[in-house]
Protein backbone atom coordinates (compact mmCIF):
# COMPACT_ATOMS: atom_id res chain seq x y z
CA UNK A 1 0.00 0.00 0.00
CA UNK A 2 1.41 3.62 -0.78
CA UNK A 3 1.59 6.48 1.64
CA UNK A 4 -2.04 8.14 1.93
CA UNK A 5 -2.92 11.34 3.50
CA UNK A 6 0.86 12.15 2.89
CA UNK A 7 1.46 15.67 3.85
CA UNK A 8 4.76 16.73 4.88
CA UNK A 9 7.08 17.28 7.86
CA UNK A 10 6.96 20.44 9.74
CA UNK A 11 8.93 20.71 12.80
CA UNK A 12 8.98 24.22 14.11
CA UNK A 13 10.39 24.13 17.58
CA UNK A 14 10.96 27.24 19.23
CA UNK A 15 12.96 26.69 22.30
CA UNK A 16 12.46 28.69 25.33
CA UNK A 17 15.31 31.15 25.70
CA UNK A 18 17.48 30.50 28.18
CA UNK A 19 17.61 31.43 31.97
CA UNK A 20 18.57 35.03 32.58
CA UNK A 21 21.89 34.58 34.37
CA UNK A 22 23.16 37.03 37.22
CA UNK A 23 26.30 38.06 38.13
CA UNK A 24 27.52 40.42 40.30
CA UNK A 25 23.45 41.98 40.18
CA UNK A 26 24.26 42.47 36.86
CA UNK A 27 21.56 40.54 34.51
CA UNK A 28 22.24 38.93 31.80
CA UNK A 29 20.62 38.97 28.17
CA UNK A 30 18.66 36.20 26.79
CA UNK A 31 20.57 33.91 24.23
CA UNK A 32 18.70 35.15 20.83
CA UNK A 33 17.38 31.92 19.04
CA UNK A 34 17.63 31.80 15.07
CA UNK A 35 15.27 30.01 12.80
CA UNK A 36 16.88 27.17 11.19
CA UNK A 37 15.20 24.63 8.41
CA UNK A 38 15.42 20.80 6.87
CA UNK A 39 14.24 19.56 3.91
CA UNK A 40 14.44 15.70 2.63
CA UNK A 41 12.47 12.47 2.47
CA UNK A 42 10.49 10.61 5.29
CA UNK A 43 8.64 6.94 4.76
CA UNK A 44 8.41 8.27 0.52
CA UNK A 45 7.33 11.72 1.33
CA UNK A 46 8.39 15.34 1.23
CA UNK A 47 9.53 16.34 4.90
CA UNK A 48 10.34 19.17 6.46
CA UNK A 49 11.84 20.61 9.74
CA UNK A 50 12.08 23.86 11.20
CA UNK A 51 13.17 25.19 14.89
CA UNK A 52 15.09 27.63 16.46
CA UNK A 53 17.98 27.51 17.73
CA UNK A 54 21.11 29.10 19.40
CA UNK A 55 23.31 28.19 16.64
CA UNK A 56 23.41 26.42 12.98
CA UNK A 57 25.78 24.10 14.51
CA UNK A 58 23.12 23.44 17.48
CA UNK A 59 20.07 22.54 14.36
CA UNK A 60 22.57 20.27 12.05
CA UNK A 61 23.31 18.19 15.16
CA UNK A 62 19.54 18.01 15.97
CA UNK A 63 18.40 17.64 12.73
CA UNK A 64 21.13 14.80 11.89
CA UNK A 65 19.32 12.85 14.89
CA UNK A 66 15.95 13.10 13.53
CA UNK A 67 16.82 11.73 10.33
CA UNK A 68 18.82 9.13 11.66
CA UNK A 69 15.74 8.36 13.48
CA UNK A 70 13.49 8.68 10.35
CA UNK A 71 16.16 6.28 8.57
CA UNK A 72 16.17 3.61 10.98
CA UNK A 73 12.35 3.52 11.51
CA UNK A 74 11.93 3.48 7.41
CA UNK A 75 14.06 0.39 7.85
CA UNK A 76 11.48 -1.18 9.37
CA UNK A 77 7.97 -0.12 8.52
CA UNK A 78 8.57 0.96 4.90
CA UNK A 79 6.67 -0.98 2.16
CA UNK A 80 9.18 0.84 -0.26
CA UNK A 81 12.46 -0.77 1.10
CA UNK A 82 12.20 -5.00 0.20
CA UNK A 83 14.15 -5.53 2.89
CA UNK A 84 12.05 -3.82 5.41
CA UNK A 85 11.04 -5.85 8.84
CA UNK A 86 7.37 -5.00 7.14
CA UNK A 87 8.14 -6.13 3.34
CA UNK A 88 10.23 -9.66 4.82
CA UNK A 89 7.29 -10.43 7.05
CA UNK A 90 4.64 -9.86 3.90
CA UNK A 91 6.68 -11.70 1.57
CA UNK A 92 7.37 -15.04 4.00
CA UNK A 93 4.31 -14.74 6.38
CA UNK A 94 6.56 -14.74 9.22
CA UNK A 95 9.39 -12.80 10.75
CA UNK A 96 12.03 -14.53 13.70
CA UNK A 97 13.58 -11.90 16.23
CA UNK A 98 11.88 -8.76 14.94
CA UNK A 99 12.69 -5.38 15.99
CA UNK A 100 10.81 -4.74 19.33
CA UNK A 101 9.00 -1.54 17.93
CA UNK A 102 7.37 -3.61 15.43
CA UNK A 103 5.96 -6.08 17.68
CA UNK A 104 5.11 -2.96 19.89
CA UNK A 105 2.91 -1.54 17.31
CA UNK A 106 1.57 -4.43 15.84
CA UNK A 107 0.61 -5.21 19.33
CA UNK A 108 -0.96 -1.31 19.82
CA UNK A 109 -2.93 -1.86 16.23
CA UNK A 110 -4.35 -4.97 17.32
CA UNK A 111 -5.40 -3.43 20.60
CA UNK A 112 -7.22 -0.75 18.49
CA UNK A 113 -8.70 -3.28 16.22
CA UNK A 114 -10.23 -4.85 19.02
CA UNK A 115 -11.31 -1.99 20.81
CA UNK A 116 -12.99 -0.58 17.36
CA UNK A 117 -14.34 -3.72 16.73
CA UNK A 118 -12.83 -4.06 13.75
CA UNK A 119 -12.60 -0.79 11.96
CA UNK A 120 -9.06 0.07 12.40
CA UNK A 121 -7.21 -3.03 10.79
CA UNK A 122 -3.79 -3.08 9.36
CA UNK A 123 -3.93 -6.52 7.52
CA UNK A 124 -5.99 -4.09 5.15
CA UNK A 125 -3.19 -4.50 2.53
CA UNK A 126 -4.68 -7.54 0.35
CA UNK A 127 -7.82 -5.52 -0.36
CA UNK A 128 -5.40 -2.15 -1.29
CA UNK A 129 -3.81 -4.32 -3.87
CA UNK A 130 -6.65 -5.68 -5.04
CA UNK A 131 -8.48 -2.44 -5.60
CA UNK A 132 -4.84 -1.18 -7.54
CA UNK A 133 -4.81 -3.81 -9.83
CA UNK A 134 -8.41 -3.73 -10.33
CA UNK A 135 -8.86 -0.25 -11.07
CA UNK A 136 -5.12 0.19 -13.40
CA UNK A 137 -7.24 -1.46 -16.07
CA UNK A 138 -10.81 -1.09 -15.70
CA UNK A 139 -12.93 1.88 -14.36
CA UNK A 140 -15.78 -1.19 -13.89
CA UNK A 141 -17.65 -2.14 -10.36
CA UNK A 142 -15.87 -4.37 -8.25
CA UNK A 143 -16.84 -8.22 -8.62
CA UNK A 144 -18.34 -9.20 -5.49
CA UNK A 145 -17.43 -12.66 -5.68
CA UNK A 146 -13.07 -11.89 -6.29
CA UNK A 147 -13.78 -9.39 -2.79
CA UNK A 148 -15.15 -12.09 -0.97
CA UNK A 149 -12.01 -13.99 -1.57
CA UNK A 150 -9.83 -11.22 -0.80
CA UNK A 151 -11.63 -10.41 2.29
CA UNK A 152 -10.73 -14.03 3.91
CA UNK A 153 -7.07 -12.53 4.25
CA UNK A 154 -8.49 -9.19 6.38
CA UNK A 155 -8.38 -9.77 9.80
CA UNK A 156 -5.59 -8.50 12.86
CA UNK A 157 -6.60 -11.75 14.79
CA UNK A 158 -4.80 -13.56 12.55
CA UNK A 159 -1.22 -11.70 13.68
CA UNK A 160 0.79 -13.77 15.95
CA UNK A 161 2.89 -11.64 18.26
CA UNK A 162 5.89 -12.88 20.26
CA UNK A 163 8.96 -11.13 21.46
CA UNK A 164 11.11 -13.75 19.61
CA UNK A 165 8.94 -13.57 16.20
CA UNK A 166 5.90 -12.20 14.13
CA UNK A 167 3.52 -14.82 11.99
CA UNK A 168 0.95 -14.12 9.78
CA UNK A 169 -1.64 -17.15 10.23
CA UNK A 170 -3.25 -16.91 6.72
CA UNK A 171 -0.77 -17.78 3.56
CA UNK A 172 -1.02 -14.43 1.55
CA UNK A 173 -1.79 -12.32 4.21
CA UNK A 174 -0.38 -9.04 4.10
CA UNK A 175 0.16 -5.44 6.88
CA UNK A 176 0.25 -1.79 5.63
CA UNK A 177 1.78 0.55 8.17
CA UNK A 178 0.85 3.53 6.19
CA UNK A 179 -1.89 4.45 8.25
CA UNK A 180 -0.14 4.44 11.55
CA UNK A 181 3.32 5.17 11.05
CA UNK A 182 3.08 8.61 10.27
CA UNK A 183 1.71 9.14 13.83
CA UNK A 184 4.44 6.66 15.60
CA UNK A 185 7.15 8.44 13.87
CA UNK A 186 5.85 11.97 14.54
CA UNK A 187 5.84 10.70 18.25
CA UNK A 188 9.11 9.67 18.28
CA UNK A 189 10.87 12.88 16.38
CA UNK A 190 8.70 14.75 18.98
CA UNK A 191 10.58 12.80 21.70
CA UNK A 192 13.71 13.50 20.45
CA UNK A 193 13.17 16.76 20.36
CA UNK A 194 11.75 17.20 23.70
CA UNK A 195 14.75 15.39 25.39
CA UNK A 196 16.61 17.76 23.65
CA UNK A 197 15.36 20.13 25.90
CA UNK A 198 12.98 21.95 23.14
CA UNK A 199 9.33 22.73 24.54
CA UNK A 200 7.92 24.64 22.10
CA UNK A 201 7.85 22.70 19.00
CA UNK A 202 5.47 21.72 15.81
CA UNK A 203 6.22 18.46 14.30
CA UNK A 204 4.47 17.46 11.09
CA UNK A 205 4.95 13.95 9.66
CA UNK A 206 2.01 13.29 7.65
CA UNK A 207 -0.03 13.47 11.44
CA UNK A 208 1.38 16.75 13.54
CA UNK A 209 1.64 16.98 17.13
CA UNK A 210 2.89 20.59 18.81
CA UNK A 211 3.93 20.64 22.05
CA UNK A 212 3.61 23.79 24.24
CA UNK A 213 3.41 27.43 22.41
CA UNK A 214 4.98 29.85 20.17
CA UNK A 215 7.36 31.47 21.42
CA UNK A 216 5.30 34.56 22.69
CA UNK A 217 2.92 31.88 23.93
CA UNK A 218 0.45 31.91 21.55
CA UNK A 219 -1.54 28.26 21.17
CA UNK A 220 -0.34 26.98 17.90
CA UNK A 221 -2.94 27.00 14.90
CA UNK A 222 -3.79 23.93 12.49
CA UNK A 223 -5.44 24.26 9.23
CA UNK A 224 -7.44 20.96 7.89
CA UNK A 225 -7.72 20.96 4.31
CA UNK A 226 -11.27 21.60 2.81
CA UNK A 227 -12.11 18.25 0.90
CA UNK A 228 -14.21 20.10 -1.20
CA UNK A 229 -11.08 22.16 -2.16
CA UNK A 230 -7.41 21.05 -1.03
CA UNK A 231 -6.57 24.50 -1.59
CA UNK A 232 -8.38 25.88 1.17
CA UNK A 233 -8.77 25.66 4.86
CA UNK A 234 -12.14 24.39 6.48
CA UNK A 235 -11.48 24.79 9.94
CA UNK A 236 -8.30 26.05 11.88
CA UNK A 237 -7.76 24.29 15.25
CA UNK A 238 -5.40 25.97 17.98
CA UNK A 239 -4.02 23.14 19.87
CA UNK A 240 -0.95 22.49 23.29
CA UNK A 241 0.52 19.50 24.00
CA UNK A 242 -1.89 17.89 21.27
CA UNK A 243 -2.18 16.03 18.30
CA UNK A 244 -4.26 15.72 15.40
CA UNK A 245 -4.60 13.45 11.94
CA UNK A 246 -6.77 13.84 9.31
CA UNK A 247 -8.15 10.78 6.99
CA UNK A 248 -10.17 11.80 3.68
CA UNK A 249 -11.03 9.74 0.54
CA UNK A 250 -9.93 12.56 -1.55
CA UNK A 251 -6.08 11.88 -0.92
CA UNK A 252 -6.06 8.84 -2.98
CA UNK A 253 -8.71 7.91 -5.05
CA UNK A 254 -8.88 4.81 -7.16
CA UNK A 255 -11.63 5.92 -9.34
CA UNK A 256 -14.08 9.22 -9.97
CA UNK A 257 -17.02 6.73 -8.56
CA UNK A 258 -16.07 6.87 -4.90
CA UNK A 259 -13.82 4.34 -5.17
CA UNK A 260 -10.75 5.29 -2.58
CA UNK A 261 -7.80 4.20 -0.16
CA UNK A 262 -9.58 4.06 3.32
CA UNK A 263 -11.81 1.03 2.86
CA UNK A 264 -14.27 -1.21 5.38
CA UNK A 265 -12.41 -4.35 6.39
CA UNK A 266 -15.61 -5.84 7.55
CA UNK A 267 -17.39 -4.97 3.85
CA UNK A 268 -14.12 -4.60 1.34
CA UNK A 269 -15.91 -1.61 0.22
CA UNK A 270 -14.52 2.39 0.59
CA UNK A 271 -16.37 4.40 3.29
CA UNK A 272 -18.24 7.15 1.86
CA UNK A 273 -19.90 8.63 5.50
CA UNK A 274 -18.09 11.29 5.89
CA UNK A 275 -15.74 13.36 3.49
CA UNK A 276 -12.84 13.81 6.25
CA UNK A 277 -12.80 13.14 9.92
CA UNK A 278 -10.16 14.55 12.23
CA UNK A 279 -9.15 13.12 15.37
CA UNK A 280 -7.28 15.26 18.23
CA UNK A 281 -5.55 13.13 20.71
CA UNK A 282 -2.70 13.15 23.60
CA UNK A 283 -0.01 11.29 20.91
CA UNK A 284 -0.05 10.86 17.46
CA UNK A 285 -0.40 7.36 17.08
CA UNK A 286 -3.63 7.44 18.72
CA UNK A 287 -4.93 10.17 16.73
CA UNK A 288 -4.21 8.55 13.62
CA UNK A 289 -5.60 5.03 14.29
CA UNK A 290 -9.10 6.56 15.00
CA UNK A 291 -9.11 8.81 12.37
CA UNK A 292 -8.73 6.12 10.36
CA UNK A 293 -11.14 4.12 12.36
CA UNK A 294 -13.95 6.64 12.76
CA UNK A 295 -13.74 7.34 9.38
CA UNK A 296 -15.45 4.54 8.26
CA UNK A 297 -17.44 3.89 11.29
CA UNK A 298 -21.39 5.15 11.54
CA UNK A 299 -21.70 7.79 14.35
CA UNK A 300 -23.92 5.38 16.53
CA UNK A 301 -20.83 2.95 16.72
CA UNK A 302 -18.19 6.30 16.96
CA UNK A 303 -20.06 6.79 20.52
CA UNK A 304 -20.74 3.27 21.93
CA UNK A 305 -16.45 2.93 21.95
CA UNK A 306 -15.74 6.60 22.59
CA UNK A 307 -14.65 6.19 25.89
CA UNK A 308 -12.44 3.34 25.25
CA UNK A 309 -9.97 5.71 24.44
CA UNK A 310 -8.78 7.86 27.25
CA UNK A 311 -5.51 9.63 25.14
CA UNK A 312 -8.69 10.86 22.43
CA UNK A 313 -10.10 14.72 23.06
CA UNK A 314 -12.15 15.67 20.23
CA UNK A 315 -12.90 14.24 16.59
CA UNK A 316 -14.25 16.93 12.99
CA UNK A 317 -16.00 15.24 11.17
CA UNK A 318 -16.94 17.54 7.63
CA UNK A 319 -19.77 16.02 5.02
CA UNK A 320 -19.84 16.18 1.58
CA UNK A 321 -21.27 19.42 2.32
CA UNK A 322 -18.99 21.03 4.04
CA UNK A 323 -20.95 21.15 6.80
CA UNK A 324 -18.54 20.27 10.23
CA UNK A 325 -19.63 18.73 13.39
CA UNK A 326 -17.76 18.35 16.46
CA UNK A 327 -17.23 15.67 18.81
CA UNK A 328 -15.72 16.26 22.31
CA UNK A 329 -14.98 14.49 25.70
Not at 210 to 237: E, K, M
Not at 262 to 289: E, F, H, Q, W
Not at 305 to 325: C, E, M, S
Request: with cysteine.
Amino acid sequence: MKPTRRRFISVSASVMAAGTLQANGVQAAPQKLELYKWQGVAMGAAAQMSLYAASETQAKILFQKCENEIERLEVIFSLFKPNSDISRLNATGQLRNPNFELVELLSRCKSYSQLTNGAFDVTIQPLWKFYQTHFSGSNADIPAAELDKVLELVGAEAILLSANKISLAKPNMAISLNGVAQGYLTDKISDILRQDGFENILVNMGETFALGTHQDGRNWTIGITSPQDQSQIAQLVKMNDQAIATSGGYGSPFSGNGHHHLLNPKTGLSANIYASVSVIATDSLTADMLSTAFYIMPMHEIDAVWHKFPQLQRAIFIDFNGNVTEKRV
